[in-house]
């Protein structure tokens, strides 16, 4: 079974950084693609970003191209958001996700494993 704990969540202003941060518990997490999503109030959960296992392929959502950042230290059992210039539109609950296979895809259903969400609040 593979535990997910986000962290690095907060209440920030337009325009500044933060960077969440994704602990697994799972022997696996060398070998699993990595992926943040994220759920704001009365919108479906939808993708932020991944990474592969090897941290060689990543994939953006539009949104947010540009601005996050997704990396990974497997040594570290961890994957990273790096999130510069947040905008009041990125407020919502962030979540890591785990999937065994090798894609780097983009669809909540091929995430084997989630965590419990961590909140972002970006002020204008």
């Known amino acids: 079974q593979v535990q997910l704990v986000e962290s690095g969540g907060g209440l920030v202003q337009a325009g500044d950084s933060l960077r969440l941060s994704c602990a697994s518990s799972?022997?696996?997490?060398?070998?699993?693609?990595m992926g943040w999503f994220r759920q704001a109030p009365g919108k479906e959960r939808e993708f932020v970003a991944a990474i592969s296992w090897s941290g060689g392929r990543t994939g953006y959502s539009d949104s947010v191209k540009g601005r996050f950042t997704i990396s990974r230290d497997n040594a570290k059992n961890t994957v990273y958001l790096q999130m510069n210039s947040l905008k009041p539109e990125d407020t919502a609950v962030y979540y890591c996700?785990?999937?065994?296979?090798?894609?780097?895809?983009?669809?909540?259903?091929?995430?084997?494993?989630w965590g419990q969400g961590t909140q972002i609040t970006v002020s204008s």
């Open positions: 799972g022997r696996t997490f060398s070998t699993s693609t």
């Open positions: 996700a785990a999937r065994r296979g090798s894609a780097v895809t983009t669809q909540l259903g091929n995430y084997d494993y």
